[in-house]
């Protein structure tokens, strides 16, 4: 919530800095990709990059308990689902950052 707020007041960077701070407390795949796409959507891909490379930074979540929560992140592993939105993420970011520094 705090990163959202700092966009709103237009501090990218310390919306960076709350978006680090909360995958630290919970590092899931899928929030750190809201929050990277959140932040190139709005105009800072090169941050939603370096939130990218924040999180493989981060230690492995533990598998979820026993139950369809746990049958779901199987498929999702399997499928390697979450390196492959990374992967389309991350390029899409690069792309919109690359064609921010040829405009400036």
Do not use: C
């Not at 899931?28 to 809201?34: M, S």
């Not at 533990?62 to 939105?85: C, D, N, T």
């Amino acid at each position: 919530m705090q990163g959202l707020l700092d966009l709103a007041e237009s501090r990218p960077q310390a919306a960076l800095l709350a978006f680090n701070r909360a995958l630290t407390w919970e590092p899931k795949p899928g929030a750190a990709l809201k929050q990277a796409a959140i932040l190139g959507s709005l105009g800072y891909p090169a941050l939603g990059l370096a939130h990218l490379d924040y999180y493989a930074t981060l230690p492995a979540t533990a598998k979820p308990s026993f139950g369809m929560s746990r049958i779901h992140a199987f498929v999702l592993a399997r499928q390697r689902y979450w390196e492959h939105e990374t992967e389309r993420l991350r390029a899409t970011l690069k792309a919109d950052a690359a064609a921010e520094t040829k405009s400036m």
